[in-house]
């Protein structure tokens, strides 16, 4: 990043962001989605090739919007007196390779974790499922933290995919969106999912929806229902 870039990004949008991201690692704890520090949120600073994430290693009661940490979009630190999340690399690999996203989270929720370490897809076989993942939701390859190989994982698996979440094999969950909240509830309706369709399969097998139903399903929640383009970009549909 250069350093003209830096100097055009408004402070007020980054004291937004930072509020913004702050804000929104709260909704990790009060969906049940952490455990400890683990989890992080990132949200793309529009007009700039940077990025507001999580500081490294603290704790959720801890986390205030002066504590994100802003960096650019290869992980270096541009403004922040903390270490970044150490899955800035991934976020940042995507953002890089995924224009339209505005927003990353990263879980390691217990349902979702759970098909992970199984390194099973979920089969897409509720209609909430449908509405909002509109296909099964894939699995990504293993891949070491640290490298740029968890971004590649998950850029691999959800380009040209209808799911915003992808199961990174024997990890956890990555969810994107056009914002930040966005990702996040991608990521609370992962782990809901994943938890109903395991409950099911505790009972006996469970199959995926005849991919038509899925079709028009999606259609119908991504188009028509709700007001849906103003709420996806609030991620405030429901
Ligand atoms: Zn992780």
């Known amino acids: 990043m250069s350093a003209d870039a830096d100097r055009t990004v408004r402070p007020d949008i980054l004291r937004r962001l930072r509020r913004e991201v702050c804000d929104l690692h709260a909704e990790l704890v009060r969906w049940g989605l952490v455990t400890w520090t683990s989890g992080n949120i990132s949200a793309r600073v529009p007009g700039a090739d940077l990025m507001v994430i999580k500081p490294s290693g603290v704790g959720y009661d801890d986390l205030t919007p002066e504590s994100m940490v802003v960096t650019d979009l290869h992980a270096n630190v541009v403004e922040g007196v903390h270490a970044p999340s150490s899955d800035t690399a991934a976020h940042a690999y995507v953002y890089r390779a995924m224009a339209n996203v505005g927003g990353v989270v990263h879980t390691h929720s217990p349902y979702a974790t759970a098909w992970a370490a199984r390194g099973e897809p979920i089969p897409c076989a509720i209609t909430a499922m449908a509405d909002e993942f509109g296909a099964d939701i ?36 990555f969810t994107i969106g056009g914002t930040a909240r966005a990702a996040v509830k991608a990521a609370v309706m992962c782990e809901d999912v994943a938890r109903t369709v395991h409950l099911a399969r505790v009972h006996g097998p469970v199959e995926a929806l005849p991919a038509e139903h899925i079709d028009a399903l999606y259609d119908r929640y991504q188009n028509v229902y709700g007001q849906r383009a103003a709420d996806r970009e609030r991620g405030t549909d429901s």
């Open 138 to 173: 894939p699995v990504g390859p293993f891949a070491l933290i640290g490298g740029d190989d968890i971004g590649k994982g998950i850029v691999a698996t959800l380009t040209g995919h209808r799911s915003p979440a992808v199961l990174m094999r024997g990890h956890g969950v």
